[in-house]
């Protein structure tokens, strides 16, 4: 049995409380493709939705931490040492064109250092899960970064500015927090990203250091930019090396 702390699991429960509303909705948005109107409002408020019940939750027994959340924004309670990081839907253009993938992301940072970090992907039911210094999980089963170390055989994720500069493998799935969590289970090789937002990346930037990587110092960069590169440590150096000018 693996052993957690109490903000992981509060943060566990709160996801999967978070995931029914966001399936249910996830199974009307087909429908609202059809009309006139579109699904853009109906999604718009799910996201709020979902983050107000993880919101809610995490607060029944952490009252005084403070938040950074992606539509609320920065909510300052008494404690300001200690947060939760919140990306209620990450991918919601998938959620919206009826993709199937997306990911609730949750993240504890502490005195400027995130010790935990969930991605929970609510369709496949997959959690990925981190805590500091005590490894990376996929439902309960440790993870690793992936071994191959020719770049050519690798396969690395971006968004399209990313797809557009490298000449690496490339996949752009549209979620960022999975991308990061496939790497930090050998899925992928690689991510990097420039300009991208805290609540996208915290969690799955834990869960690859967890799970043997290397990922760049992102509290170099403010909240809302941050460049991060991510990948095993068997060829960090050269997929650093291609992205030198990105």
Same mark, same amino acid.
């Given at each position: ?18 995931? #029914? ?14 009309? #006139? ?10 996201? #709020? ?84 210094? #005590? ?70 930037? @834990? @869960? ?39």
């Amino acid at each position: 049995m693996i052993s957690i702390s109490s903000n992981l699991n509060i943060m566990i429960k709160a996801a999967e409380k978070a995931s #029914k509303s966001l399936i249910r909705d996830f199974g009307e948005v087909e429908k609202l493709q059809v009309s #006139k109107k579109g699904p853009r409002d109906f999604v718009t408020k799910t996201d #709020k939705l979902v983050e107000r019940i993880i919101i809610e939750e995490l607060n029944k027994t952490k009252k005084k931490y403070s938040f950074i959340c992606e539509e609320a924004g920065s909510i300052k309670n008494k404690d300001q040492d200690n947060t939760w990081i919140i990306d209620p839907i990450d991918g919601t253009t998938n959620f919206l064109h009826g993709i199937p993938h997306f990911a609730i992301c949750i993240a504890f940072q502490s005195k400027n250092e995130i010790l935990s970090g969930l991605i929970f992907d609510p369709i496949k039911d997959e959690m990925f899960f981190a805590e500091k210094n #005590k490894g990376a999980y996929l439902n309960n089963h440790r993870i690793r970064v992936s071994k191959r170390n020719d770049i050519e055989n690798c396969l690395f994720s971006s968004n399209h500015e990313g797809l557009k500069f490298s000449d690496l493998h490339m996949r752009y799935s549209g979620c960022a927090s999975l991308d990061l969590a496939y790497v930090a289970s050998g899925r992928l090789d690689g991510f990097f990203h420039n300009k991208i937002n805290l609540w996208d990346i915290a969690a799955g930037a @834990l @869960l690859v250091e967890e799970a043997g990587g290397i990922v760049n110092d992102i509290n170099n960069f403010s909240i809302n930019n941050i460049d991060i590169r991510a990948s095993s440590e068997a060829i960090n150096l050269e997929m650093l090396r291609n992205l030198k000018n990105f």
